[in-house]
């Protein structure tokens, strides 16, 4: 079942713009992770936001969450074409281990 | 990079076949999942270990096996492969839980049912 939906499914800019990508989801989590796939490569972990934090940053990427309109957002600023990937949510609504991924946003970033 | 590492990364093979991937990992983790990633779908929990020769069952696991006899290894086997089985499966480690921690992925194993 899906419990992470990302929107929009497909995002082009211009190099240095700035990217928004978002994830809704069903159920209380305790966790939300963003991941980045380039295309044919594996998953790569990008960041992991806690259910009582609002608010992470790591570089260029910057995540939020709302608890209460059970959403994320995912910023890259100023981005670049090496940010040319797909980007996953995905949540973790309880203590089971497994993550529940979302169909994923397609970001083309133009050079 | 974590150090996992997926066989084979292309296999063809015919409905009515048994097929075995292999997931081998340098890390030590304790957890390791097997995923596909289908369009419109994108990446389904097939099984997963919580250590040597302990398994549990995904989100869609009918059709699928695993194994674990070592922690370095996990296996796949689709004991008579089917055409809906065609797919991109990933392999994935974690140290703790999953959903506590990241997973790192191996690049894959794209797999075509014929």
């Known amino acids: 079942s899906q419990q992470g939906e990302e929107d929009p499914q497909a995002l082009s800019i211009q190099e240095g713009e700035n990217a928004t990508m978002n994830c809704s989801y069903k159920t209380s989590i305790n966790n939300l992770q963003w991941y980045r796939q380039n295309s044919g490569r594996g998953l790569v972990h990008l960041i992991l936001?806690?259910?009582?934090?609002r608010e992470k940053h790591s570089g260029r990427l910057r995540v939020t969450l709302d608890t209460s309109k059970k959403s994320s957002s995912l910023l890259i600023t100023a981005s670049r074409a090496a940010d040319t990937a797909s980007y996953f949510c995905?949540?973790?609504?309880?203590?089971?281990?497994?993550?529940?991924f979302g169909q994923g946003t397609t970001l083309q970033v133009k050079p | 990079d974590a150090g996992i590492t997926q066989s084979p990364r292309h296999k063809v093979t015919e409905t009515g076949t048994p097929v075995t991937l292999r997931c081998h990992q340098t890390e030590n983790h304790r957890y390791m999942y097997w995923y596909r990633q289908d369009p419109g779908h994108g990446l389904r929990l097939i099984h997963y270990s919580y250590g040597v020769k302990d398994t549990d069952k995904g989100e869609v696991s009918d059709g699928y096996s695993v194994s674990r006899s070592k922690t370095e290894d996990f296996l796949l086997t689709l004991e008579s492969a089917t055409s809906s089985q065609t797919s991109v499966y990933f392999c994935?480690?974690?140290?703790?839980?999953?959903?506590?921690?990241?997973?790192?992925f191996g690049d894959g194993t794209r797999l075509s049912i014929l």
């Open positions: 994935a480690i974690s140290e703790l839980k999953g959903g506590n921690q990241p997973q790192h």
């Open positions: 936001i806690r259910s009582n934090e």
């Open positions: 995905a949540t973790d609504n309880g203590n089971t281990g497994k993550l529940i």
